[in-house]
């Protein structure tokens, strides 16, 4: 029998591009009533998906939901204010061992698709060949972290540790694609001849940038080539939710610099919460997403200022945690200049450890700025990936130089090269000409 009457099911949450917000309510609500959260299908019960996926783009959930024990339920959740109404609903339908679409709507601000016993998903009947958008693959041996991943086993209590493995299971189990081609064979850098595979990541990985698609070559554990990829940003995108602040003050809209600052420091929580679930910090993670709710629903500088600045100190003086990520996509800030990149990617001038200290650094500063009532200038354009003014989009020199950045890299660290850059795909809705990067 599973979960007791499924009072407390385990929750996998997918995330489409345009709904951070929904996404943080969804996790937020989950974290109320202590839900478990699951790190891959197999452990899930209940499959939430922000945001409304685009007509026939779905496909890559169906994949998802058939690698999840049955019963299951999968909702659709629109509106953040729906969150709690819908949880409730999934629930008793989990109870109750099945349910129908129509048992589980809650009404126009969200659909659901139900999986019943013995079945698939309604509206599901695809197969199992949606190589582009899948978030992992089977037909790759196990991958086992390298030496320098492998540290994480040794971490010490204060770190607790997730590992390694746990990063490398992550990248195989989500998802599935059974139709990769066969292995080609080529010369890797200590000239042997070994299997060449072709290994799509995202965009439903957990801790991982929302729409982000990776399809990556590698040969042994190691990253050969790399295209770069992501879910289409809805037409409708009123604004990046990251970068909303800069840009209606941008539009002559009256901003505070206090917002302004709240929601930078929110969005480099986030990030950094990524990260170190990413690492196998799942309670540091989950402080830091907290602390990032809790910014965003208002908490005063006097009220919230102890409690962060003593997460920031755990994660700056851990030496473990920097052993874990130092040297890990190296990028100077001549090569980050040259690709487009304006924000802590720049600044950060070195590898993932550096950008990592550079989103703390910017969230101690920002502390000091939430209260301030002063208006924000439109010429203020700089978002919390950078500014907002510019040729192209923050996010898209991210994306350009993950190739280069991932390239040479150990299978079990990219995810930790990914997260350390952690690109916003909503924010090529500013764009002028849509589309991916591909190399």
Not at 18 to 24: K, N, S
Not at 35 to 41: K, T
Not at 42 to 61: F, N, Y
Not at 311 to 326: F, H, M, Y
């Amino acid at each position: 029998m599973r979960r007791t009457a499924m009072q407390r099911p385990a929750v996998l949450t997918v995330t489409l591009p345009g709904a951070t917000e929904v996404r943080m309510a969804v996790e937020a609500e989950v974290r109320r009533r202590g839900w478990p959260v699951a790190g891959a299908p197999a452990d899930a019960d209940l499959l939430v998906v922000c945001g409304a996926p685009e007509p026939g783009g779905a496909e890559w959930l169906d994949g998802i939901q058939r690698s999840m024990p049955e019963p299951v339920v999968r909702i659709v959740v629109r509106e953040a204010g729906q969150v709690a109404h819908v949880l409730d609903m999934a629930c008793r339908g989990l109870a109750d061992g099945a349910v129908t679409p129509g048992q589980a709507d809650a009404g126009d601000q969200q659909e659901t698709v139900v999986g019943e016993p013995g079945g698939h998903a309604h509206g599901g009947q695809h197969g199992h060949g949606d190589h582009a958008a899948h978030t992992g693959h089977e037909g790759h041996e196990n991958h086992q972290p390298d030496d320098h991943a492998a540290h994480m086993d040794h971490m010490d209590h204060e770190d607790h540790a997730g590992h390694m493995d746990h990063m490398g299971h992550d990248m195989h189990a989500m998802g599935e694609v059974a139709g990769l081609p066969m292995a080609e064979r080529g010369d890797d850098r200590d000239e042997l001849r070994l299997d060449q595979l072709h290994v799509p990541i995202g965009p439903g990985l957990t801790d991982w940038p929302t729409g982000l698609i990776l399809r990556l070559t590698l040969q042994g554990d190691v990253v050969q080539g790399v295209e770069v990829d992501h879910l289409p940003v809805p037409s409708g995108l009123r604004l990046p939710f990251w970068d909303e602040p800069w840009l209606r003050a941008a539009r002559g809209e009256e901003v505070t610099r206090g917002s302004a600052a709240r929601r930078r420091c929110a969005a480099h929580l986030d990030s950094v919460g990524r990260l170190l679930a990413v690492v196998g910090w799942d309670d540091a993670a989950a402080r830091c997403r907290r602390l990032r709710d809790e910014l965003l629903s208002g908490a005063s500088r006097e009220g919230i200022s102890g409690d962060l600045r003593g997460a920031l100190r755990k994660v700056e003086r851990s030496r473990t945690l920097r052993w874990t990520v130092a040297g890990l996509g190296e990028l100077p800030s001549s090569r980050a200049r040259a690709v487009g990149a304006t924000g802590p990617a720049l600044a950060a001038d070195g590898d993932a450890y550096d950008r990592l200290l550079m989103w703390l650094g910017e969230i101690g500063r920002g502390l000091d700025g939430l209260d301030d009532e002063r208006p924000l200038t439109p010429d203020e354009l700089t978002g919390p990936r950078g500014r907002l003014d510019g040729e192209q989009p923050p996010s898209q020199a991210l994306l350009d130089i993950l190739p280069e950045l991932l390239t040479g890299a150990e299978f079990a660290c990219a995810r930790v090269i990914v997260a350390s850059l952690d690109p916003d795909i909503e924010e090529l809705a500013l764009a002028t000409v849509s589309g991916a990067a591909h190399v």
